[in-house]
């Protein structure tokens, strides 16, 4: 599978090398870009792709926990052209309004064990029995922290869902007491953990697995969050996180897992951001190459902000 998403990726490059824009010769310098974790490798080839057409603009792409990103913007006050979250509602709640005026959901993930072939019980391991394999003392897992990254709260989520989808009390409270040690500020930086044999699991994006070729347990949609129309039963789950100011707090509960994008309002390069943002939410340039990574376009989607995204991306969004 991974060969085919190359040769794919291959394809759409010089797809896209030829076809240089008229106006390319116009956009031009740097271009950050926050992100999640869980974004760096379809980023990355898209980035490539657009390069393509755009080949003076200098994109930085920097990875952390989408919460993280958003201190860097809001409380760190360094410049970012785009900021793109695995969770949309880290840009309405840190950001807006702010430091950005819209938001676009632009994707879908799930939540899944990963594992490799060293991994302790990894012969045995089901969607029926990795909870109980998760909780031998044996066997060692990791997760992100909730505070800087969604995907560490959504783990948390998934224990309280499992618990309940399972009919086994005290189960969530059991696993957030495990393995304690190896929480880390982001998904992506569990990966040399795994890879080392340091743990053997992982609470992760099926999509991340799909790009590091590694195995993964699929979880039933009660406990994935992937499931749109289950938005009411993940609601029963929640988790306190911290708030927009030291010292608060906001609780997240569950919901089906949607990621989101935005160019901030203190956007250097505005322009060159404009045009990477519509190049990734097209269907057949940054959203093709988005779904061979394992993240399933959701463009284009209900916006809360609809009023405020500008004129060019408006059809990338839905008016409420």
Known sequence: MFKNVIIFLSLVLFSFGNTVSADSK????DL??????????????ISKA??????????????????SCARKITDLKRPADIMASADYTVIDKLLIPEHASWNIKFASNEMTIVYHHGSRESAHITSDNWYEVLMKPTVAFGRSDPNADPCGYRAVLTMQLAEKYYGKQGLSAAMLEKDQRFIRPKETD?????????????????????????????????VNLKNSTLKSYYKSASVKISGKK????????????????TIPKSAPNPDAALAFVKFLLTEDQGMAIMKQMGQPSVVPAMSETYRAIPAELKHFALAQ
């Open 26 to 29: 116009h956009l031009s310098g």
């Open 50 to 67: 657009f390069n393509k057409i755009y080949p003076d603009v200098n994109i930085l792409r920097e990875a952390a926990g989408s919460r």
């Open 246 to 261: 030291p010292g608060t707090f906001i609780t997240k509960t569950g919901a089906p897992m949607v990621y989101g994008v």
């Open 32 to 45: 950050t870009i926050f992100h999640a974790g869980s974004l760096s490798v379809p980023l990355k080839e």
């Open 190 to 222: 569990l990966l040399a953990l795994l890879e080392s044999g340091t743990i053997d699991y992982i609470f992760l994006y099926r999509s991340v697995a799909q790009q590091h070729g590694l195995d993964y347990v699929l979880l039933p949609d009660q």
